[in-house]
T-cell receptor, first 113, second 112 residues
Framework: DGGITQSPKYLFRKEGQNVTLSCEQN?????MYWYRQDPGQGLRLIYY???????QKGDIAEGYSVSREKKESFPLTVTSAQKNPTAFYLC????????????FGNGTRLTVT | KQEVTQIPAALSVPEGENLVLNCSFT??????LQWFRQDPGKGLTSLLL?????REQTSGRLNASLDKSSGRSTLYIAASQPGDSATYLC???????????FGTGTRLQVTL
């Protein structure tokens, strides 16, 4: 079955450590996205990529970094510069263009103490 | 800047009732509007996508309408079931930034 796989489901880190969240899709989608979800707030866009080797900052990119070396993969690194990293992180993908729905992974819950 | 609002924030209805969830957006220059369902601790599942040129879309017991000029969309759920309990989110796709802007969702509980 085609889909988006995020791993791990739960992640615990100490403050000051960088951590990388994995996102892999086998849907052959060109565009991939990273969102952050906090209680009581809508999803906020961190980074997105419309093609391999290219990506753009979203609304809350500070303290995060991404890479897009392969079409299938779009890992997100949460750096120590991110002031409030504890959140639920969601990866999504879609075909390029405005007529394609967004497909989501099941998320990674990151807790930093 | 596009802003998306969903009312009500939470809703509880008895099984079998028909219900309407509301979504409003501030900038009518959208390419499409999408409705999603999210179960606790899970990702989002796409329910319906309405193109800017369309007025409504239907899937089973779900019907979504779009009035782009007034910046409004509704999601109608017929004959609600306990399995419909989830958070429903709407999002608008703004082509200039090639991204979706999400509302904060409506948490629906359907009781027996």
């Amino acid at each position: 079955d085609g889909g988006i796989t995020q791993s791990p489901k739960y992640l615990f880190r100490k403050e000051g450590q960088n951590v990388t969240l994995s996102c892999e899709q086998n849907l052959n989608h060109d565009a991939m996205y990273w969102y952050r979800q906090d209680p009581g707030q809508g999803l906020r866009l961190i980074y997105y990529s419309q093609i391999v080797n290219d990506f753009q900052k979203g609304d809350i990119a500070e303290g995060y970094s991404v890479s897009r070396e392969k079409k299938e993969s779009f890992p997100l690194t949460v750096t120590s510069a991110q002031k409030n990293p504890t959140a639920f992180y969601l990866c999504a993908s879609c075909e390029e263009g405005s007529s394609s729905p967004l497909h989501f992974g099941n998320g990674t819950r990151l807790t930093v103490t | 800047k596009q802003e998306v609002t969903q009312i009500p924030a939470a809703l509880s209805v008895p099984e079998g009732e028909n219900l309407v969830l509301n979504c409003s957006f501030t900038d009518s220059a959208i390419y499409n509007l999408q409705w999603f369902r999210q179960d606790p601790g899970k990702g989002l599942t796409s329910l319906l996508l309405i193109q800017s040129s369309q007025r409504e879309q239907t899937s089973g017991r779900l019907n979504a309408s779009l009035d782009k000029s007034s910046g409004r969309s509704t999601l109608y759920i017929a004959a609600s079931q306990p399995g419909d309990s989830a958070t429903y989110l709407c999002a608008v796709f703004t082509g200039t930034a090639s991204k979706l802007t999400f509302g904060t969702g409506t948490r629906l509980q359907v009781t027996l």
